[in-house]
Antibody, heavy 120, light 108 residues
Framework: EVQLVQSRTEVRKSGDSLKISCKAS????????IGWVRQMPDKGLEWMAV????????RYNPTFQGQVTISADRSTTTAYLQWNTLKTSDRAMYYC?????????????WGQGTLVTVSS | SYVLTQPPSVSVAPGETATIICEGD??????IHWYHQKAGQAPVLVIS???DRPSGIPERFSGSNSGNTATLTIRRVETGDEADYFC???????????FGGGTKMTVL
């Protein structure tokens, strides 16, 4: 069974750094893209970035390019999303997602979400 | 970039058929995927590649895609189907996924 287990709630202040995680299991970590989707309060879904752990190829939504960094650790089958400087506007739920195959098309598995709260 | 448009809301009575649309320029030439998100939960894939149902999704869920409109159809709607529904395509021009704004389905 595919599982994406995320760190839960993170509480930070504006200006802080943060790295959230997504532990993947139940499949070959290196043959599926893994990424992150943001959902701001009472809003829709926004794709942020994906990484292919097999060769560390990364793709970013231009909206988030330079704002966050995606990475993956093959040895622990864990993906990460990192901010160097958080803003209050980064307050949202962040979902870890897996692509259905080596081809990027849709996301067949989702983590339970990491709620990031940023105070001023 | 590519834009997907969904109606904000739809209401349906239990036992009836719900139709949720997703509009985009020549969307019929792309593969459309649908997710539902129940209150307080993560999204779940319910239809992939226009009309394929993942394991565990009831046969009541079906999809179609042609011209400028993709459709998710839910037959014999149950109260447990109440959720936000999102469509998604892969924009080959920008090489990244695009989500529709979502449709909140209320089961009356």
């Amino acid at each position: 069974e595919v599982q994406l287990v995320q760190s839960r709630t993170e509480v930070r202040k504006s200006g802080d750094s943060l790295k959230i995680s997504c532990k993947a299991s139940g499949y070959s970590f290196t043959t599926h893209w893994i990424g992150w989707v943001r959902q701001m309060p009472d809003k829709g879904l926004e794709w942020m970035a994906v990484i292919y752990p097999g060769d560390s190829d990364t793709r970013y939504n231009p909206t988030f390019q330079g704002q966050v960094t995606i990475s993956a650790d093959r040895s622990t089958t864990t993906a990460y999303l990192q901010w160097n400087t958080l803003k209050t506007s980064d307050r949202a739920m962040y979902y870890c997602v897996r692509s259905s195959s080596v081809v990027l098309n849709y996301f067949d598995s989702w983590g339970q979400g990491t709620l990031v709260t940023v105070s001023s | 970039s590519y834009v997907l448009t969904q109606p904000p809301s739809v209401s349906v009575a239990p036992g009836e058929t719900a139709t949720i649309i997703c509009e985009g320029d020549n969307i019929g030439s792309k593969s459309i995927h649908w997710y539902h998100q129940k209150a307080g939960q993560a999204p779940v894939l319910v239809i992939s590649d226009d009309s394929d149902r993942p394991s565990g999704i009831p046969e009541r869920f079906s999809g179609s895609n042609s011209g400028n409109t993709a459709t998710l159809t839910i037959r014999r709607v149950e109260t447990g189907d109440e959720a936000d529904y999102f469509c998604q395509v892969w924009d080959t021009d920008t090489d990244h996924p695009v989500f529709g704004g979502g449709t909140k389905m209320t089961v009356l």
